[in-house]
Nanobody
C-alpha cells in the first residue's frame, strides 16, 4: 500500500507564496509519475503539474511561470512551490502518484488566496 500525506496549505494574500509537500510512504521504486491536482468548489478536479522519476515536468497553462513542481526521490516526496498566487488558485490541492498502473491520492490540503 502507498499512503500520501500532504501539508503546507493555508490562507495567503494575493501575490503571496506557499509551498505544498506530499510524502509517500514505503519504498517507491521504478518509474512513476507524481503530480498535483486541484478542485475548487463546484468544479471538476484539474491537473496542475506532474513530474516523472527522472524529473520531466509538465504544467497546466494557468500556472506556468508561477508554480514549480519538484521531487526528492530519496524522501519519496513531491513539492509544489506556488508564487504570485491569485484568488482563482483557491482550491483543495491533491497530490497523487501513478506507479505500475495504479493511482494513489493524498488527503488534500486547502489553499485559500484572499485579501
Amino acid at each position: 500500500q502507498v499512503q500520501l500525506v500532504e501539508s503546507g496549505g493555508g490562507l495567503v494574500q494575493p501575490g503571496g507564496s506557499l509551498i505544498l509537500s506530499c510524502a509517500a510512504s514505503g519504498t517507491i521504486f521504478g518509474f512513476n509519475v507524481m503530480g498535483w491536482h486541484r478542485q475548487a468548489p463546484g468544479k471538476e478536479r484539474d491537473l496542475v503539474a506532474t513530474i516523472t522519476t527522472s524529473g520531466y515536468t509538465d504544467y497546466a497553462d494557468s500556472v506556468k511561470g508561477r508554480f514549480t513542481i519538484s521531487r526528492d526521490n530519496a524522501k519519496n516526496t513531491v513539492y509544489l512551490q506556488m508564487n504570485s498566487l491569485k484568488p482563482e488558485d483557491t482550491a483543495a490541492y491533491y497530490c497523487r502518484i501513478d506507479w505500475y498502473g495504479r493511482r494513489f491520492w493524498g488527503q488534500g490540503t486547502l489553499v485559500t488566496v484572499s485579501s
